[in-house]
């Protein structure tokens, strides 16, 4: 059984690229069961991933005093790069959304009844632009998840809340940008509007185009971030 490490990983990827990219030394990491809550994902799994960031001497953990963010350093981000990769290869997290999640957009428009609208409104109303990225990642999660409840599908269901690991490290970079929590925010309203209105190829068309914008941001995360590292080294070497 791969999945626990598998899971643990990618949430690992996924908070050091917030102790990157969002913190800076000194900050305090939330809670364990903040942050469970926020990725959906056990606290066992967290406490996995914190004690693999200390091992890389990404964090510091001690009682009482919480997780703390140790200083950083051109060879902690080549780490992270390379775990990041490990835990989540980017084009096979996004063939397999764009192969399961439009069909079970579709689906949502057909099958969804008042109460399914009614929690999907709820999530969207709950998402604004002053969300951090934890904050909009999870709306993120629930968002996609309900659509699979509106479904009707139980498995898809599943299916769902188990792919949030594997999905976690893209899904993460794209929530990284105010940019991306505001293109998410824009195309999960598209996608409730086509169920709403029960319109099947509407709904299956915008999961694929939130999809492959998706796919565009965390390509464009990755470039920048590509070239921010070479600068860093570049400046390092002259020192």
Do not use: Y
Request: aromatic residues 2%.
């Amino acid at each position: 059984m791969q999945r626990g490490p598998t899971l643990s990983a990618t949430t690992a990827a996924h908070l050091g690229r917030l102790v990157l990219d969002d913190l800076a030394p000194g900050d305090k990491l939330p809670p364990e069961r903040t942050l469970a809550a926020d990725l959906a994902v056990s606290r066992t799994t967290i406490r996995e991933a914190l004690q693999e960031l200390e091992r890389r001497r990404l964090v510091s953990r001690t009682p009482g005093r919480g997780t703390v963010v140790l200083p950083r350093s051109v060879e902690a981000a080549e780490m992270l790069d390379r775990m990041s990769h490990d835990a989540s290869e980017t084009e096979h997290v996004t063939e397999f959304r764009a192969l399961v999640e439009p069909q079970i957009a579709a689906l949502a428009a057909v099958r969804a009844d008042e109460s399914d609208l009614v929690r999907l409104e709820a999530i969207l109303a709950s998402t604004h632009a002053g969300l951090s990225p934890a904050e909009s990642l999870a709306q993120d999660v629930a968002f996609h998840v309900q659509v699979a409840r509106a479904s009707g599908n139980p498995l898809f269901v599943s299916l769902c809340e188990l792919s949030s690991g594997w999905v976690q490290d893209v899904r993460a970079k794209s929530h990284s940008t105010s940019e991306g929590r505001r293109s998410s925010f824009e195309w999960h309203q598209r996608i409730h509007d086509a169920i709403r209105r029960h319109d099947e190829t509407a709904a299956h068309r915008a999961m694929t185009d939130h999809l492959a914008d998706v796919a565009h941001l965390v390509e464009n995360k990755h470039h920048e971030n590509k070239h921010s590292e070479r600068k860093h080294r570049e400046r390092e070497h002259h020192q």
